[in-house]
């Protein structure tokens, strides 16, 4: 069963920097895209950054310039580099993990780690 533990969430002031990561354990297939969600209160969740399994990036507009998304295949782990944050950027963060394997999907999830930017 494929378990997905984050890491590096906390609190941080406005301007500031935090690294979150993610690893995967427990998978018998590889992984494709994987992917940073947030959810601030109130609001739905939302993707904000994305990696395919050959390092294609795409990026929310808010958070273009500010964070990184980058992926190490070979210990199944994704990193987001968060920089200049903002106090819109608090939220709940969870890791995503699609796979494609003998035609069926899977969708996995982190348990989510609290990031919070204060004024």
């Known amino acids: 069963q494929v378990q997905l533990v984050e890491s590096g969430g906390g609190l941080v002031q406005a301007g500031g920097s935090l690294g979150l990561s993610c690893a995967a354990s427990g998978t018998t297939f590889p992984l494709a895209t994987m992917a940073w969600y947030r959810q601030a209160p109130g609001k739905q969740r939302e993707v904000v950054a994305r990696i395919t399994s050959n390092g294609g990036t795409d990026y929310i507009d808010s958070v273009k310039g500010r964070f990184t998304i980058s992926r190490d295949n070979a210990k199944n782990t994704i990193y987001l580099q968060m920089n200049s944050l903002k106090p819109e950027d608090t939220g709940v963060y969870y890791c995503?993990?699609?796979?494609?394997?003998?035609?069926?999907?899977?969708?996995?999830w982190g348990q989510g780690t609290q990031v919070t930017v204060s004024s």
């Open positions: 995503y993990a699609g796979a494609l394997w003998m035609q069926n999907e899977y969708h996995y």
